[in-house]
């Protein structure tokens, strides 16, 4: 056993039970500390992967036998022998016979809240009917659509009440909806025509229309004066209402409703192994659920949460950032800010923005909801020029990247007391990589160390668009190898959907970073296929730094907080064909037992902890239908 470990685990074991300064000639032999601070729980005969190494390379770092903790930190790291001295008449002991474990997994972009709320929403149906009443409409035409929203408002909606909403879908996508509610085809004259008490709502992925009673309400709802003006500024895209219009509503005497399904969801996510994750805000009635598992001490896992309300029907976005302040790093250890978003830069496919060359109408198609001078440029200059951290959420393409960058040379332009440096300390991140970075960006992204955190499910989602902006381009598609070759760290994200109580296993959709190969067997773009050992460092101690808790998570070390999963096969040395089958049998935060496996805790001898998730060892993605370029 390394004596420097050893004496920083008495150090850290005895400062943190009695508060005092301790110097190391003060501490004489684990004798006494098995009088003043035996362990809580000790693992031992494992293959303990401390993921100590933050470098961008392959290496994992050091490699433990067994792991002492006491409160919620790691108290002691060694061999099993060395380990087990410590232990008191009251210390919990597991013998991992082999099993491997690692850091607790960081999501770097997931939704949780959002897909709790779904999955509430899907049990709850008629807690919410007075809200809305959700028709999906077809057609293949324009005047189809035309017709079938007309039937849909005065039969579909014939006998409710009239504050109920009329929430339309058309079908978006690739389909006909999304241009359609481009086009003037549907107007709000006709919308008022048809329903001049009750609000409508028509919407298609990022594209919506209103009318007139729904314009009003939602913008009064939300403390904006209902003008056209202000709700051009206010909702740049139908996804932020439609994450937030009945939750809002709904939830406002209802937080501990939406609580508990957010604990629920949480839980879910811990079955997987994650044991923090980052995120933003939007819609009223997250903040406040949040806050109430805090205060109650409910939170089963850490979630650093970027604000996002200045986005929400919001009619002066710089005004609402300069008003907020800076807000990164405030908080505690399992609920804290990481800044400010203001959600997406543009949309997902087709509504991209992207420097990709493509049929016109294509090029007509895309979207960029951040364009040099408009509110939302101002709105990050605002923050970049106040010291306020902003962060992207949800960026597709590489030009709104491009975008930022500019902003940032700007500012250092003109307050010579932002420097490089400053933004360097910033730690700027972006998420997604759905087409972006392209290779031209990484120096400058590697200039101002940024973070770039990828969904490798985008090799399904992205993949049929090759076809309209060319094959050459597969290189763009989460490209992992090329962002940590460049000199730029990068994380992996998730959307694990497993409220239900069966779903996949993390590496189901994990797998497909190191073979590249998406859920219809294309082989995209080899040469970005990452090692099984990156892999793991990109979901443990890369996005420790994208969520600025590195001093605290992310790593297996003495004194760090002990968040660790115990995995039910050797992940680092199965063939990569069984990697899909590796799910954790026990998650623990801080020193709880969050996740315990029925199959773990009958080898142990006590009771199981927490859903025990049905999974799924491979992912099923519905990239849709495969578009065709038009000219």
Not at 59 to 79: D, P, S, V, W
Not at 368 to 378: D, R, S, V
Not at 465 to 475: F, I, P
Request: net charge neutral; charged share 20%.
């Amino acid at each position: 056993m390394n004596s420097i470990i050893l004496r920083a685990g008495l150090l850290a074991a005895l400062a943190v039970s009695f508060g005092a300064s301790v110097q190391a000639q003060q501490v004489s032999m684990p004798a006494k500390l098995a009088q003043q601070a035996y362990p809580d729980l000790i693992v031992y005969n494992g293959k303990i992967i401390s993921v100590d190494n933050p470098s961008l390379t392959s290496e994992l770092g050091t490699r433990y036998e067994a792991m002492a903790i006491r409160g919620e930190r790691i108290q002691f790291l060694g061999t099993s022998a060395e380990i087990l001295t410590y232990a008191g008449p009251q210390t919990r002991k597991i013998d991992l016979k082999g099993r491997m474990v690692i850091p607790g997994i960081i999501d770097s972009h997931t939704h949780l809240h959002n897909h709790a709320y779904s999955w509430w929403a899907r049990t709850n149906t008629a807690k919410y009917a007075h809200l809305a009443k959700r028709i999906s409409v077809e057609g293949k035409t324009f005047q189809e659509l035309n017709k079938g929203i007309e039937l849909a408002i005065k039969e579909g909606m014939s006998g409710i009440a009239k504050e109920t909403w009329a929430d339309i879908s058309v079908p978006g996508g690739t389909d006909i909806g999304m241009p359609y509610l481009r086009s003037d085809s549907l107007t709000r004259e006709m919308l008022d025509n048809w329903a001049p008490d009750r609000p409508v709502w028509v919407s298609a992925n990022v594209e919506y229309k209103l009318n007139t009673a729904a314009r009003d309400q939602l913008l009064t709802y939300y403390g904006v004066e209902p003008t056209d003006e202000n709700l051009e500024n206010a909702v740049q895209h139908a996804v932020t209402i439609n994450r937030t219009r009945i939750s809002d509503a709904y939830f406002e005497n209802n937080i501990g409703e939406l609580a508990n399904a957010m604990e629920h969801g949480m839980k879910s996510a811990a079955a997987n192994g994650i044991t923090a994750f980052s995120s933003h805000i939007v819609g009223l009635r997250f903040m406040p659920a949040y806050d109430l598992l805090r205060k109650e001490g409910r939170m089963p896992i850490r979630f650093g949460w970027a604000h996002r309300l200045c986005q929400l029907v919001e009619s002066n976005v710089p005004g609402c950032f300069l008003h907020t302040g800076s807000l990164g790093g405030v908080g505690d250890n399992y609920y804290w800010s990481v800044g400010m978003t203001l959600g997406a830069l543009d949309g997902g496919p087709p509504s991209i923005c992207t420097t990709m060359e493509a049929a016109p109408s294509a090029k007509a198609a895309e979207k960029c909801f951040l364009q040099p001078g408009n509110q939302y440029a101002k709105a990050i200059k605002t923050a970049l020029e106040n010291r306020y951290r902003y962060i992207i959420n949800h960026v597709y393409g590489d030009k709104p990247v491009d975008y930022v960058m500019d902003i940032m040379d700007q500012v250092t332009k003109e307050n010579s007391e932002i420097t490089l440096k400053y933004f360097q300390d910033l730690r700027m991140t972006s998420d997604h990589c759905g087409f972006y970075p392209r290779k031209e960006q990484l120096a400058r992204m590697a200039n101002y160390k940024w973070i770039v955190s990828c969904d490798i499910a985008f090799i399904n989602r992205s993949y049929p668009w090759l076809s309209v902006y060319g094959k050459q381009h597969a290189n763009r598609i989460a490209p992992m190898k090329s962002i940590i070759d460049g000199g730029v760290m990068a994380t992996l994200e998730y959307e694990l959907r497993t409220e239900t109580g069966e779903g996949p296993t993390l590496w189901a959709q994990g797998i497909q970073a190191i073979t590249r190969t998406n859920n219809r067997g294309d082989i995209v773009a080899p040469e970005e296929a990452i090692t099984r050992e990156l892999a793991l460092k990109m979901i443990t101690v890369f996005p420790s730094y994208y969520v600025l808790k590195e001093k605290e998570i992310g790593t297996l070390e003495v004194g760090k907080l002990a968040d660790f999963v115990v995995y039910n096969k050797d992940y680092l040395t199965i063939p990569v064909a069984e990697i899909p089958t590796v799910f954790p049998l026990m998650t623990v935060v801080g020193g709880k037992t969050v996740i315990l496996r029925q199959e773990f805790a009958t080898e142990l001898g006590t009771q199981p902890v927490g859903p025990q998730v049905k999974f799924e060892f491979k992912e099923e993605y519905n990239e849709g239908e495969v578009p065709v370029p038009t000219n």
